[in-house]
C-alpha cells in the first residue's frame, strides 16, 4: 500500500470526532483530511485543519475532494442514526443509501485502496438470537437505519466481491463518548446518563430499566477501527460485516454503576418510541469471529469506563466545559 493519505468523511459525529484526533497522531495532521457536511465554527476551524465541506448527497463534492487531496483510504462515518431515521425515513435512505453508493463509487472509480464502512446491532432484528448473537445470523431489521445497515454491508460486501476492492467494517454496538456526544440514536441514553449524573445528580431514561443492549466505550471502538484496517487483507475471510462486543448492561446496572460515584444520584424511567427499537435488537453479541480473523480484543468493562466517564465529565464540568 502506498503512502496513506485519508479522508474520513463525517469528521465532527460522533465517533469521527475521535477518529480524525487518532489517524492524525498516527499518520500525520497533513495525511488525515477531516470532511463533514456541516463546517466547524470559525474559532474551532484551525483544530480541524485540513477540512473540507463535503455532501456525501453529491458525489461530484466527494470527486473534488479526492482529486484534490490524492487519497488513497475512507472513513466513511457519516449516518442518520436509528432513532432520527424513524422519524424521517426517507432521509435515512438518502443518506446512509445514497450516500454510501456515491462513496463506494467514487471508491472504485479512483482506486481508493482501503476503506471503512461502520455496520451497526441495528443490522440485527426481533427474529435475530437475542443473546450471544452469531456471527452469521438471521438480518431482519424492523428500523429503516437496520434496512440501510445490512443493504451497506451487503454492498460493500459486492464492491469487494464484483470489484476487488478493499472494503472492512464492524457492526457497532452503541459507543459511550465524553468528547462529541452522539445525535438520533436508541442507545444515547447510555451517555446522556453521564452528563446529566454530572450536571444534574438525575436522569430521566427514555427506555425502561431491564432495557439490556450491548455496548462500548470509545477507545475501544477506535482501536478496534483501526486493528481491522490494519490487519492483513489475506487473514481475513469476512470483509464489512464483523460482530464486535465488549460489554452488554441494562439501564439499571448502568445506573447502580454511576451510583456508587454519585451517591445522590437519581434515574427514572419514561420509555418512548425508541424503547420499540431497543426491543428489537439484541442483549449481547458473539465476537469469536473478529478476535480470530484480526486480533479484536477489547480493554473496557462497566466499571472501568464508567469510571473514566465520570473522571472526564467531571474535569470538562469544572472547567465549565460541559
Ligand atoms: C443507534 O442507537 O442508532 C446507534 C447504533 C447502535 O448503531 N448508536
Redesign the pocket.
Known amino acids: 500500500m502506498n503512502a496513506k493519505k485519508i479522508l474520513i468523511i463525517g469528521s465532527m459525529g460522533q465517533i469521527g470526532s475521535d477518529l480524525v484526533k487518532e489517524l492524525r497522531k498516527r499518520y500525520g495532521t497533513q495525511n488525515v483530511i477531516a470532511s463533514d457536511y456541516r463546517t466547524p465554527a470559525r474559532e474551532a476551524l484551525e483544530q480541524w485543519m485540513p477540512f473540507e465541506s463535503l455532501d456525501i448527497t453529491k458525489k461530484d463534492t466527494i470527486v473534488g475532494v479526492i482529486k484534490r487531496h490524492g487519497i488513497n483510504t475512507i472513513y466513511h462515518m457519516a449516518a442518520i442514526?436509528?432513532?432520527v431515521?424513524e422519524q424521517n425515513p426517507h432521509l435515512a435512505w438518502e443518506v446512509n443509501m445514497e450516500g454510501l453508493y456515491n462513496v463506494l463509487e467514487v471508491a472504485r472509480e479512483y482506486k481508493i485502496e482501503r476503506m471503512f464502512f461502520p455496520s451497526?446491532?441495528?443490522a440485527f432484528g426481533p427474529q435475530t438470537p437475542k443473546d450471544n448473537t452469531p456471527q452469521d445470523t438471521i438480518l431482519q431489521p424492523t428500523t429503516m437505519?437496520g434496512v440501510t445497515?445490512v443493504t451497506g454491508e451487503l454492498l460493500c460486501n459486492y464492491y469487494v466481491e464484483r470489484f476487488g476492492m478493499d472494503i472492512r467494517g464492524v457492526r457497532?454496538?452503541?459507543?459511550i463518548s465524553s468528547e462529541t456526544p452522539?445525535g438520533?440514536?436508541?442507545?444515547?441514553f447510555a451517555v446522556a446518563i453521564f452528563y446529566e449524573a454530572i450536571r444534574h445528580k438525575s436522569y430521566e431514561c427514555f427506555v425502561r430499566e431491564d432495557t439490556t443492549l450491548p455496548m462500548m466505550y470509545m477507545p475501544d471502538a477506535i482501536k478496534g477501527i483501526v486493528d481491522l484496517m490494519e490487519a492483513d487483507l489475506s487473514r481475513l475471510k469476512h470483509h464489512s460485516n464483523f460482530n464486535l462486543a465488549s460489554m452488554s448492561f441494562s439501564a439499571k446496572e448502568l445506573a447502580a454503576e454511576i451510583k456508587k460515584h454519585i451517591p445522590e444520584f437519581v434515574c427514572t424511567y419514561k420509555p418512548d418510541f425508541r424503547q420499540r427499537?431497543a426491543d428489537s435488537?439484541p442483549r449481547s453479541i458473539d465476537d469469536t469471529v473478529a478476535r480470530q480473523e484480526w486480533g479484536w480484543k477489547p480493554s473496557y468493562d462497566i466499571a472501568s469506563m464508567t469510571k473514566d466517564m465520570l473522571e472526564k465529565l467531571r474535569y470538562r464540568h469544572i472547567h465549565g466545559k460541559l
Open positions: 442514526l436509528s432513532a431515521g451497526s446491532i441495528a437505519y445497515k457497532f454496538p452503541g459507543i452522539p438520533g440514536g436508541t442507545t444515547d427499537i435488537w
